[in-house]
């Protein structure tokens, strides 16, 4: 079976950084996404890529960066992290046609 | 805008007691609708979708989901629910071809043994 790694699981920093979150799937999957999760708020598309080099902005786009360099890896990056922001980073794969497989996540804590 | 609710944040029920989670989603043409599990400190993990065809979809762990065009709804139901069942679940539609869903915010289910 397949897995789907998100690293780190926990990444504290500070206000002002650019922080870097990893995504590895070895399903072969096409399409890669970012979700943010905030109690109370569901989650939220941050980007989404349909292949390798491909770029789609979702709702919440704003404030981050992607790349897809290769087919197995998505990276975000949170261009300058706000204070007090604590928020679940999901990274999801997908072929089309078939259901999202999730990674644990990140937790950021920004202080 | 296209949107999926889910009305109820936290539902509470006993051991061996049915179940049913609340989705709407706004109406859209063609529609993807799942349903996912989040356990704490998880990732989601799909539990069943519908897209066409019998309006009774089947999941794993005895999960079932009913669509309803004139409801908008895709409402979740457990008929004897065990404490394992705890966690929050989503609900999540698409309008564009099974990817880029829009997920609801999400309803905390609590299991008392």
Redesign the interface.
Known sequence: GGIITQTPKFLIGQEGQKLTLKCQQNFNHDTMYWYRQDSGKGLRLIYYSITENDLQKGDLSEGYDASREKKSSFSLTVTSAQKNEMAVFLCASSIRGSDYTFGSGTRLLVI | TQTVS?SD?HVTVFEGDSVELRCNYSYGGSIYL?W?IQHH??????LL?YYSGNPVVQGVNGFEAEFSKSDSSFHLRKASVHWSDSAVY?CAVSYT??????????TSLTVIP
């Open positions: 889910q944040a799942s996912y400190g998880r990732g989601l993990q799909f979708k989503f071809g099974y990817q880029n869903f829009y997920f609801g915010k999400g």
